[in-house]
């Protein structure tokens, strides 16, 4: 409300546009922010446009996309910003009210969850059409502002919940507490996001030069020699690189790329995006939407012991003999996260996931389909494959589950 009045006072009225987003978050608090918005541009004579969110949809996007309920609601609000700047012409800028708090607060945040140089890098003033001018500006300064120029504003009941979102832990308990013991860790903060502008800068740059992402078929692609060449923090700024080459919104976690930089595994998903090593490639390619699986995913090859979460997993050469807990698949064999369209055939009997009561479900699957529903006790249900012996065209793995899930 104080950029927006203050934007009323020096600019002029036509060349504004004011877009609300109602997340559907918060009842009917959220609906009378929304009236608030829309009363005061009639008062200004400024065109207004709500946009409400279905109540539900930010939560079902943030658990398909395993992120928090803040992240998923920016998601659907920056895209409603970018949609109407797109429909009211290339010179619009989408103006946001973030101020110096918000920016320490971020940071903070980021520190905590083990963010890689670009995350910690100072938030700027500009980028692309997003252009934010009161950065440099504190929040009570801003509060200051509105009461002395008797300004109405609208607070969210939920900033006051210490307990519900990590932002509200860091605004009302880590900051007061780095304020009384530390007092200059401000000035301490900005220098280290800084220097990690100047470090993501450098990394983007030698990531661009040293490996370089090759369009084919819908997937981008490069060299696996060229690229495991490569220091691995280079590796894991490329990976960041290719997958914005998408257009994904989600960003993924650099826990589960440094799993496939390090040669942990060959293949990731990453949200949207799957990450493999396939011969002499690294391709990045798009999946099925309902197939996200943030990051939840592990290939196998060739025989051996793996673990997957909770479970241990023996891979042996495949024989005629039964398997008392296993089964039979065709490698490569991928176990990611069920969805509801998985199923098995089995002895001519089509099981499909949702017909399943275990709530903690893997699909194991291969290039004939799903294989194996295995759940928190062990194997669910399985496929069956006739004329074993015979069959030469595919290279056959006995998979045996080892332990059950502990948690």
Not at 11 to 28: A, D, M, P, Q, T
Not at 336 to 356: A, T, Y
């Amino acid at each position: 409300m104080a950029m927006f009045a203050a934007l009323c006072a020096v600019v002029c009225k036509e060349r504004l546009f004011c877009l609300h987003v109602e997340h559907g978050l918060r009842g009917e608090e959220g609906k009378a922010d929304a009236v608030f918005v829309r009363d005061f541009c009639e008062k200004q004579g400024i065109p207004c446009r709500i946009v409400s969110i279905t109540p539900g949809k930010v939560e079902t996007y943030a658990r398909s996309k395993g992120v928090g309920i803040e992240a998923a609601a920016r998601f659907f609000r920056r895209r409603a910003l970018i949609k109407e700047a797109a429909r009211l012409g290339d010179k619009t800028l989408i103006l946001t009210a973030h101020t110096k708090d918000d920016a320490l607060e971020l940071a903070l945040m980021r520190i905590l969850r083990g963010a890689g140089p670009a995350g910690l890098a100072i938030m700027p003033v500009k980028k692309g059409r997003f252009l934010r001018p009161l950065l440099s500006t504190s929040r009570a300064a801003v509060i200051t502002y509105l009461k002395d120029k008797n300004i109405p504003w609208r607070e969210d009941s939920s900033n006051k919940e210490a307990g519900v979102f990590l932002r509200n832990k860091v605004r009302l308990r880590l900051i007061p507490f780095l304020t009384e013991f530390f007092p200059n860790w401000e000035k301490g903060l900005i220098g280290m996001s800084q220097t990690q502008s100047l470090a993501a800068e450098f990394l983007t740059h030698e990531a661009q030069r040293c490996i370089s992402w090759e369009y084919v078929a819908d997937c981008f692609v490069t060299s696996a020699q060229n690229f495991f060449a490569q220091p691995q923090i280079i590796r894991e700024e490329a990976v960041f690189l290719g997958v914005n080459l998408f257009n994904n919104s989600s960003v993924p976690k650099r826990s589960v790329i440094r799993r496939f930089c390090s040669g942990s595994v060959d293949a990731v998903d990453l949200g949207a995006v799957r990450l493999r090593r396939e011969n002499d490639k690294v391709t990045l390619s798009p999946i099925r939407e309902e197939a996200c699986e943030s990051g939840f995913s592990l290939l196998i090859k060739e025989p051996g012991l793996y673990n997957l979460n909770d479970i241990h997993i023996e891979v042996c050469p495949a024989s005629a003999q039964s398997v008392e807990n296993g089964f039979f698949a065709v490698k490569p064999v991928v176990f990611r996260q069920s969805f509801n369209d998985d199923f098995v055939e089995n002895m001519g009997r089509k099981i499909n996931k949702k017909s399943l009561t275990d709530s903690r479900i893997i699909s194991a699957v291969d290039k004939l389909g799903t294989a194996a529903f295995i759940g928190s006790k062990g194997i669910l249900a399985k496929r069956e494959l006739p004329g074993l012996c015979n069959c030469n065209e595919f290279s056959l793995l006995v998979v045996s589950i080892m332990k059950d899930w502990g948690r």
